[in-house]
């Protein structure tokens, strides 16, 4: 995290607000990348349904301060990276949870049966 002295860009006190909105970002991508590892399927579904919740920062905060930028763009192909995972986890969850839906409720095999008798 960057003090609130003027750094070399001149970010001061938008370089620390920034810095706080990529730790918060940061905190959230290693979040959903644990449930990825942890391999939880109901939480994966869950994140999928997360995206309505994020809010942006707020405009008053203006661009990325230049000794920020580095670790913001680490930051967003940490997380396209883990967006990608979670999308085909999700998608590879579906498919698995039709299969078995469509297992467990089609008509029942016949079944062979065999009569010991003596011909």
């Not at 301060?65 to 930051?75: K, V």
């Not at 998608?91 to 062979?112: E, H, L, T």
């Amino acid at each position: 995290m960057t003090s609130g002295r003027p750094s070399a860009a001149g970010g001061g006190e938008t370089s620390r607000d920034w810095a706080t909105v990529l730790d918060e970002l940061e905190g959230e991508v290693l979040a959903a990348e644990s449930v990825l590892r942890a391999d939880r399927a109901e939480e994966i579904a869950a994140w999928g349904r997360r995206a309505e919740d994020w809010v942006p920062p707020s405009p008053a905060l203006g661009p990325v301060p230049e000794d920020l930028r580095e670790r913001a763009a680490r930051l967003l192909q940490h997380q396209l990276a883990v967006a990608e995972e979670l999308v085909e986890r999700i998608i590879q969850s579906r498919r698995q949870r039709d299969v078995a839906a469509r297992m467990s409720y089609g008509p029942p095999r016949p079944v062979a049966s065999y009569i010991d008798r003596a011909l």
